[in-house]
């Protein structure tokens, strides 16, 4: 069976370094808020081109704890509505919602998968005070017609990142560095996973990163002393060690995944498979590789039959969902159109020459 993604030996690569670092792990018995975390948030806004990194306890916490401290700082208000894609994991829409604000559902281009600049232009009300962008299965999301955008209504920009780590657009500039402030996960599957759940904020705002900082840990900088309301969403020490020794290969795993992705859209041929729009740049780093079919249950089935795992990203859409009664009657018939027909093929940094010569060769057969 070709897994969908084989963490076991994804992780297995790093095995000889993760065990020596547990090691001096152990030793320094400094479990929270040690050097590995440091390390990783210097390292980890350099890599992403920012002048900050607040490592966080996962994405979903990144995400929330970037709309509270605006909250806080007064550049959001509660009920304030937000400009959100209609087609995201859960945790984008629980981030708005869990921050007291208001989501306003955008479609997708049908091609790239991500947020419409039409539909946002569409949709924008004078509530409007923020828009998230996704970037969506490692495809940047049009940010410099977003960017426009938010700038002629003054509006926050702040980028779910959590499935994009390293992809960057044609100036170099990587996501992360793409708006006011970003949220990434480290959540295991991811293209930077650590061995738990992990989590980021990036920003070049001084007052947002320092505000997180101790919106984060207890609302404290100083031990005992505590100048805001915080919560505890602070970046594992143990998480952090795996992720220093991992973010070393993240280039370098990204590139094996678009050259797997470039065999994938040139040698699958098949007029019952759409495939997912590339322009061959690093503007996306396939965290997941994405096609479309009018049979989702046979294809599935099908590639079952021959050995080939799969998964749908996303099988019921935020608007759908039994937590959203409230939005259950919303049509959006794009997203509802991706949600019946997305399929996820396997696509991993371990992925063997072999290995994608069945795919390609079973999915021409379909
Ligand atoms: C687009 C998106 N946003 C947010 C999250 C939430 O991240 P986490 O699972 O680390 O809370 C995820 C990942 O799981 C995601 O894919």
Do not use: W
């Not at 780590?165 to 990587?174: F, L, P």
């Not at 994938?264 to 495939?275: A, G, T």
Request: charged letters at 20%; hydrophobic letters at 40%; proline letters at 4%.
């Amino acid at each position: 069976m070709i897994k969908f993604l084989d963490l076991y030996n994804i992780n297995k690569r790093f095995e000889p370094e993760f065990q020596k670092k547990f090691q001096q792990f152990l030793d320094s018995s400094h479990y929270i808020l040690g050097k590995e975390v440091t390390t990783f948030e210097t390292d980890f806004a350099s890599y992403c081109g920012t002048n900050y990194c607040v490592g966080t306890s996962n994405g979903l916490d990144a995400l929330t704890l970037i709309f509270k401290a605006y909250i806080l700082l007064g550049k959001l208000q509660e009920g304030d509505h937000v400009l959100i894609p209609a087609n995201t994991f859960f945790a984008s829409v629980l981030s708005v919602l869990n921050s007291r604000l208001v989501p306003v559902f955008i479609e997708p281009e049908i091609e790239t998968f991500n947020i419409s600049i039409q539909e946002i232009e569409k949709k924008y009300t004078s509530q409007v005070k923020a828009i998230m962008p996704v970037h969506l299965y490692g495809q940047l999301a049009n940010m410099e017609t977003i960017n426009a955008f938010a700038k002629k209504y003054e509006l926050l920009v702040i980028e779910d990142a959590a499935q994009a780590h390293g992809a960057e657009n044609n100036s170099g500039i990587k996501a992360g560095n793409l708006s006011h402030a970003a949220a990434f996960s480290f959540y295991p599957s991811k293209n930077l996973g650590a061995l738990g759940d992990g989590g980021a904020v990036t920003t070049n705002d001084a007052v947002l990163a320092e505000t997180i900082n101790k919106l984060h840990n207890y609302g404290s900088e100083k031990k005992y002393e505590h100048s805001l309301i915080g919560c505890n969403n602070r970046l594992d020490e143990i998480q952090a060690m795996f992720l220093n020794i991992k973010l070393k290969q993240l280039n370098a795993d990204n590139l094996i995944r678009q050259e797997i992705a470039k065999r994938y859209l040139s040698e699958i041929k098949n007029d019952n498979i759409v495939l997912p729009f590339y322009n061959n740049t690093k503007d996306h780093v396939f965290h997941v590789f994405v096609v479309r079919v009018e049979d989702r249950n046979n294809f599935v089935s099908y590639l079952k039959k021959h050995h080939i795992e799969t998964l749908i990203h996303y099988p019921i859409p935020p608007h759908k969902q039994e937590a959203l009664l409230y939005f259950n009657n919303l049509s959006l018939p794009i997203t509802e159109k991706i949600h019946e027909t997305v399929v996820s093929i396997p696509i991993s940094p371990i992925l063997t020459d072999l290995e994608v010569n069945h795919v390609i060769k079973i999915l021409n057969a379909y």
